[in-house]
């Protein structure tokens, strides 16, 4: 059985519904529910046992593979032979020198395009990035957080996070 959390996608009866509150015991009958407001329109109490985790994208999202923004074409797909047991995503590449380019990822190969960790999935190391005034910036330490150096040849030397705060958001071109 799945938990969710107030502010969760849920899926009941194929329509995606939004966590209103946190498992509640019915009164009558001892269920275990959530309050859920449903995309059709109003919000109602379903049975907790009636809800299904929500894909975590859908077709049209924005999202984030290895530094560049993808839109989600289709999915999600249930993985076949090799790929037995992993969830599928048909992506468009918005940006970088794939741009307009599509394939088929691994869901847990991409990211939210809200996504604010400074990792290597969402910053890799490897990458030269542009920021919003088309200064390009590279990495000269490859620890893995927020407290990587960037170079810049305008800019000097600063840290990732001071880059993404004062000149992001940072779009990988390579």
Known sequence: MNEFKTGDRAMYEGETVTVLTEEVQTYYGGHRAYLVERASGGACLIESSALT???????????????????IMGGPYDG???MQGKTLYLIEYIDGPEAGKVRTLVDASILPADDSSF????????????????????????????????LSLHQGHRTLRQVVTVWGPLIRQR
Request: aromatic share 12%; net charge positive; proline share 6%.
């Open 53 to 71: 985790a929500a894909p975590r994208f859908t077709k049209g999202d924005t999202a984030l593979f290895e530094g560049y923004r993808v839109k």
């Open 80 to 82: 076949a032979g090799v």
């Open 119 to 150: 990792g290597e999935d969402r910053y890799p190391r490897a990458g030269t990035y542009q920021d919003r005034d088309g200064v390009l910036w590279r990495f000269i330490t490859n620890a893995g957080g927020p407290g990587d150096m960037m």
